[in-house]
């Protein structure tokens, strides 16, 4: 099987939810010099590592649990094993990034829990109750998150495909999500949700209101933040109006390496375009939302209480 270990290594992956900088109200700064060039993160903010607290030098480490509800409906695109460069579909970078970022040893220290949406036994009464999509597909047993780096999703992620069924429960998708981030929080990590998906909502409530509501009701109770990331095909505006209720920070354009992240939103702006979702611009995304993560910077995301 090929790799893709060559721009893995070339991505700069900022994980250990340390010394970044960002804020609800503020945006990202994407002019930084690299992380590799004088501890500068390229998403902004100063990168010491697990002891910068970000506010004095106090030691802080706040790794990241992320819940990924990835979209499998069938506008992703054709199916592909992970190490597939040839097959030019969402799905098959989707699913390759996501390999490439769960295996990564930059990851070390935080861990993720996947699920897919809509499921292959997907009903009308889930899209009200997230029943099966508050429950990841891995791990499939305690604890709820796989401790990064890993290869244990890669089975999952070759063994799902991207086309069966042809509809985008969004609202069960949210509702599941936020049932599991809030339900499942460990002391001294950040919590975060991660909705990826390349089209507008189908099947269940499409209004964007009440779909941004359910994630503004779950920040306003928990704290937890939910980033939206869209792929190419979804309506940019659509993404940003669901965006705002998740609260993820504010950010611009041009994040690092990444270009168009706002795609045909103004800037800055709260969801993520990663386009066709090519693995490079999909690393850089997620980089940079683990980097306003940061639970130990200011404007960083809640740090669990033990």
């Known amino acids: 099987m090929k790799t893709f270990s060559a721009w893995w290594v070339a991505v700069a992956i900022g994980l250990c939810a340390c010394g970044s900088t960002g804020d609800d109200g503020t945006t990202l700064d994407g002019s930084a010099t690299d992380a590799t060039t004088g501890g500068d993160s390229p998403f902004g903010g100063n990168d010491s590592g697990p002891t910068d607290s970000g506010t004095g030098g106090d030691a802080c480490y706040a790794p990241v649990d992320m819940y990924i509800m990835l979209d499998r409906s069938c506008s992703m695109g054709n199916d592909c094993n992970i190490g597939d460069t040839t097959t030019n579909t969402k799905w098959c970078h989707a699913v390759n990034a996501l390999s ?14 996947l699920q897919f949406f809509p499921v292959t036994n997907h009903t009308a009464a889930m899209c009200t109750t997230g029943a099966t999509y508050d429950t990841p597909a891995a ?3 305690p604890p709820a998150y796989t401790t990064l780096p890993t290869n244990g999703f890669d089975a999952l992620l070759n063994a799902a495909t991207d086309n069966n069924p042809c509809v985008t429960p969004t609202e069960g998708a949210i509702r599941g999500l936020t049932k599991f981030t809030a339900a499942n929080r460990r002391g001294g990590r950040v ?3 991660m909705l990826v998906t390349d089209g507008d909502p189908v099947s269940c409530d499409t209004n964007l209101t009440d779909l941004s509501n359910l994630l503004q009701a779950h920040y306003a109770a928990t704290t937890i933040r939910t980033y939206v990331i869209g792929m190419q095909g979804a309506n940019d505006a659509n993404l940003e109006k669901i965006a705002q209720g998740g609260n993820a920070p504010l950010h611009p354009d041009t994040v690092g390496s990444l270009t168009g992240a706002c ?3 103004p800037s800055p702006c709260r969801h993520w375009n ?7 611009a999909f690393i ?8 306003s993560a940061n639970g130990c910077a200011d404007g960083g995301g809640t740090i669990n209480p033990n």
Request: glycine letters at 16%; charged letters at 5%; proline letters at 5%.
């Open 274 to 280: 990663v386009g066709l979702g090519n693995p490079q």
């Open 284 to 291: 850089a995304a997620l980089a940079a939302i683990q980097d």
């Open 139 to 141: 791990p499939t047993t």
């Open 263 to 265: 795609g045909s939103t």
């Open 100 to 113: 490439g970022y769960f295996n990564s040893q930059s990851a070390t220290g935080n861990a993720a829990a």
């Open 191 to 193: 919590t975060i949700g």
